[in-house]
């Protein structure tokens, strides 16, 4: 089955303490981002990656990084999570970013990480 | 980046049409598109028009696009309780640096009252 994976779902930690979001993608998509969902605020794009290798910044990138090292892979690294960044995050990739065609984005299920 | 907007709150009675509005920035966007979010779930897309279309049909879904004024809007005929969730307008960047790029706007929720 077609399907971006993302893991943990669920996951309280505190300030400060390292932490990682898998995302994983089985449709060999070049796009994948992550974005975050905030009530009243909608979706905003934290880091967007093109191809392996290739990652650039989003809307709202600060206190996050990236790294796509593989196709399928693009972890979320919250290096010092502070309480602002408590929130629901949202993976997504598509065949390809270029402009022309269309082409869907398919979106993983959500993490909701707790900072406190 | 671009700006989506939307109303955030949508309440209709079972069997009755809704439209939800939509207005972006970019005329250069080619594509537009409604998502849907169920609870506890990620988006799905719902639906897409390019821009040279005014209108897109599909079942009870319709799509009007007004370019000009660069407002876009979803309509659900004969809307269900299984419609109820947030409904997102987003538009495809294709300006430079931000080439196909998703702009969303901050969503509308539908609740559907039998």
């Known amino acids: 089955e077609a399907q971006v994976t993302q893991n943990p779902r669920y996951l309280i930690t505190v300030t400060g303490k390292k932490l990682t979001v898998t995302c994983s993608q089985n449709m060999n998509h070049e796009y994948m981002s992550w974005y975050r969902q905030d009530p009243g605020l909608g979706l905003r794009q934290i880091y967007y990656s093109m191809n392996v290798e290739v990652t650039d910044k989003g809307d709202v990138p600060e206190g996050y990084k990236v790294s796509r090292k593989e196709k399928r892979n693009f972890p979320l690294i919250l290096e010092s999570p502070s309480p602002n960044q408590t929130s629901l995050y949202f993976c997504?990739?598509?065949?390809?970013?270029?402009?022309?065609?269309?082409?869907?984005?398919?979106f993983g299920p959500g993490t909701r990480l707790t900072v406190l | 980046g671009e700006d989506v907007e939307q109303s955030l709150f949508l309440s209709v009675r079972e069997g009755d049409s809704s439209v939800i509005n939509c207005t972006y920035t970019d005329s250069s966007s080619t594509y537009l598109y409604w998502y849907k979010q169920e609870p506890g779930a990620g988006l799905q897309l719902l639906t897409y028009i390019f821009s040279n279309m005014d209108m897109k049909q599909d079942q009870r879904l319709t799509v009007l696009l007004n370019k000009k004024d660069k407002h876009l809007s979803l309509r659900i005929a004969d809307t269900q309780t299984g419609d109820s969730a947030i409904y997102f307008c987003a538009e495809k960047s294709d300006r430079g640096s931000t080439l196909g790029r998703l702009y969303f706007g901050r969503g509308t929720q539908l609740t559907v009252w039998p």
């Open positions: 997504a990739s598509s065949v390809r970013l270029a402009g022309g065609p269309y082409n869907e984005q398919f």
